[in-house]
Nanobody
């Protein structure tokens, strides 16, 4: 069964840190990109970070650059999103999603994946709440 299982959300004060995990199963991990999305209350879902497992290339949306770090453990088939210096505006449900990487897309894989917004599999989401 193709599956993504997220964990690590919770309540944290502004300035604090959390690490989200996205455990993958049922597909060949290093053939995929893992995308992180978030959806804040009353807002549309937005893509925030991405990692291409094959070469560990990464992408960060401007609002999280320098604060969030995405990484992968290819032994555990797990992607992590380390979130530091959290702000109340980071409050959202965070989702990981997976899409098969395309050689044609090269270094633009993450941007193209977010533009297409058609991942093949989604995690269940995990709530991150940042208090002032």
């Amino acid at each position: 069964e193709v599956q993504l299982v997220e964990s690590g959300g919770g309540l944290v004060q502004a300035g604090g840190s959390l690490r989200l995990s996205c455990a993958a199963s049922g597909f060949t991990f290093d053939e995929y990109v893992i995308l992180w999305y978030r959806q804040a209350p009353g807002k549309e879902r937005e893509g925030v970070s991405c990692i291409k497992i094959y070469d560990n290339s990464t992408y960060y949306e401007d609002s999280i650059k320098g604060r969030f770090t995405v990484s992968s453990d290819n032994v555990k088939n797990t992607v992590y999103l380390q979130m530091n210096s959290l702000m109340p505006e980071d409050t959202a449900v965070y989702y990981c999603a997976a899409e098969r990487a395309r050689q044609l897309y090269g270094s633009n894989q993450c941007l193209i994946s977010f533009m297409k917004n058609l991942p093949e599999v989604w995690g269940q989401g995990t709530l991150v709440t940042v208090s002032p």
